[in-house]
């Protein structure tokens, strides 16, 4: 009988969907390197990028204050603030994007932070993700389906 690993089963899922990048990111936000322009469009709303450390266990350290608008307000993520940020197997957070380039790893970071909130609720910080990750430009079918993960995972928290 063959035995499949668990990650190759949804694998020809995530790359019919298009869910797995093509090797490297696609620049479609501001780096805090780059600046706007002083004319010329720009990705209206586009979220600031943080700048991010990733630590030798694989977290992320937020290297500087940031500020994300999403949801009708500003969040201030302070500097020091440490997430493990999209949190899969590794073979999989590759395949999502993870890395400090990557606007899906910036969410999932946001994500992480708003917990720590006071009155945020999971279904709450759960719907502020999708948002962000929407606001970054990454593909509203990506952004559906790591909604979806992060809404059924902390479903899964709820039930225990």
């Known amino acids: 009988m063959l035995k499949l690993s668990p990650l190759l089963v949804p694998l020809p899922w995530l790359i019919l969907s298009g869910c797995i990048p093509e090797g490297r990111p696609i620049p479609i936000h501001r780096t805090p390197a ?4 002083a004319t010329g ?5 586009t979220p600031d ?3 991010l450390k990733r630590l030798k266990n694989g977290h992320y350290r937020v290297r500087k204050p940031w500020t994300v608008r999403v949801g009708g307000r500003d969040w201030h993520v302070p500097a020091g603030y440490t997430s493990n940020g999209i949190t899969a197997p590794v073979k999989m957070k590759s395949m999502l994007g993870d890395g400090v380039e990557h606007s899906t790893t910036w969410a999932a970071v946001f994500h992480d932070w708003l917990f720590t909130q006071p009155g945020i609720s999971r279904t709450q910080a759960d719907q502020l993700f999708h948002e962000l990750l929407l606001a ?3 593909p509203p079918h990506k952004a559906r389906l790591m ?3 992060v809404s059924a995972y ?3 928290k709820s039930l225990r």
């Open 41 to 45: 469009p720009t990705i209206a709303g």
């Open 147 to 149: 909604h979806a993960t």
């Open 136 to 138: 970054y430009g990454v």
């Open 154 to 156: 902390s479903l899964s």
């Open 34 to 37: 780059q600046s706007r322009p």
């Open 49 to 51: 990028a943080p700048e």
